[in-house]
């Protein structure tokens, strides 16, 4: 489904500059993250991350110009593209972060940075390493994003920074995707990462507090983003599946 600049500007709280900027974007010919696809972004968190993420960052103090740039938004296509061939199973994790680090190298402004994310994506779980990383490992999956903050002419002090929100925005997205599966997973046993809050109803419930912890965060740099975050939340929390598993 279509996800148009209104909304972004006006339930997400997006710069209307940088709305346009990804809504009127063409989708990237032969970039595994679009595959299948029509519209550069549609529903559900996996796109809606591209715009809400730039938008944070400008509004914690990095320029448009500097974020709409166009080696910028294809450097970022290029990390979802692999991203993507990794899920797919077309190349090993390792393998995608190296292809990552090769094309960044050149163009890096954040030498520093740079080695802290090597050093991170070489542990065999993706434990918190030198201010990269959530407590919760799962809730790492998306950091290989993370590269493309080496290309922000800035200095590192901030790059620790913008972090705060990356791991508002972003593993928040993640636990709600696993929270709405947590029912599925369980019968499955398959793993989920409110199961690193605790069992069943203790981990459900843990994982609401520790999303509504992050929402708060959010508010600080964008309000109408954390409310619909949370009003979302609170939809989902009526459901009687979701209640069961709260009250049992």
Same mark, same amino acid.
């Given at each position: +489904?279509?996800?148009?600049?209104?909304?972004?500007?006006?339930?997400?709280?997006?710069?209307?500059?940088?709305?346009?900027?990804f809504?009127?974007?063409?989708?990237?010919?032969?970039?595994?993250?679009?595959?299948?696809?029509?519209?550069?972004?549609?529903?559900?968190?996996?796109?809606?991350?591209?715009?809400?993420?730039?938008?944070?960052?400008?509004?914690?103090?990095?320029?448009?110009?500097?974020?709409?740039?166009?080696?910028?938004?294809?450097? +970022?296509?290029?990390?979802?593209d692999?991203?993507?061939?990794?899920?797919?199973?077309?190349?090993?994790?390792?393998?995608?972060?190296?292809?990552?680090?090769?094309?960044?190298?050149?163009?890096?402004?954040?030498?520093?940075?740079?080695?802290?994310?090597?050093?991170?994506?070489?542990?065999?779980?993706?434990?918190?390493?030198?201010?990269?990383?959530?407590?919760?490992?799962?809730?790492?999956?998306?950091?290989?994003?993370?590269?493309?903050?080496?290309?922000?002419?800035?200095?590192?002090?901030?790059?620790?920074?913008?972090?705060?929100?990356?791991?508002?925005?972003?593993?928040?997205?993640?636990?709600?995707?696993?929270?709405?599966?947590?029912?599925?997973?369980?019968?499955?046993?398959?793993?989920?990462?409110?199961?690193?809050y605790?069992p069943?109803?203790?981990?459900?419930?843990?994982?609401?507090?520790?999303?509504?912890?992050?929402?708060?965060?959010?508010?600080?740099?964008?309000?109408?983003?954390?409310?619909?975050?949370?009003?979302?939340?609170?939809?989902?929390?009526?459901?009687p599946?979701?209640?069961?598993?709260?009250?049992h």
């Amino acid at each position: +489904m279509f996800t148009s600049r209104a909304e972004l500007e006006q339930y997400f709280g997006v710069d209307a500059d940088i709305a346009k900027a990804f809504v009127d974007r063409r989708v990237p010919a032969g970039n595994a993250y679009w595959r299948g696809r029509l519209l550069y972004i549609g529903r559900g968190n996996g796109f809606l991350f591209m715009p809400l993420s730039f938008d944070l960052l400008h509004k914690a103090g990095i320029g448009k110009a500097i974020l709409l740039d166009e080696k910028l938004l294809v450097a +970022m296509e290029k990390i979802l593209d692999l991203a993507a061939r990794y899920e797919y199973g077309e190349m090993s994790f390792i393998a995608h972060v190296e292809e990552i680090e090769q094309f960044i190298l050149p163009d890096s402004l954040q030498p520093a940075f740079l080695s802290r994310l090597h050093r991170f994506f070489r542990q065999p779980v993706l434990y918190p390493l030198e201010g990269i990383g959530d407590a919760n490992p799962p809730l790492n999956r998306a950091d290989a994003f993370l590269y493309l903050y080496c290309l922000l002419p800035v200095e590192e002090r901030e790059i620790d920074r913008l972090l705060r929100y990356w791991y508002a925005l972003l593993p928040a997205f993640l636990l709600q995707d696993d929270l709405v599966d947590l029912q599925e997973d369980l019968e499955k046993k398959e793993e989920n990462a409110v199961g690193f809050y605790g069992p069943g109803r203790e981990g459900a419930r843990k994982s609401i507090d520790e999303l509504r912890r992050r929402f708060r965060i959010l508010k600080e740099l964008n309000e109408p983003l954390s409310q619909t975050l949370d009003a979302a939340l609170d939809r989902y929390l009526e459901r009687p599946d979701f209640q069961h598993i709260l009250n049992h």
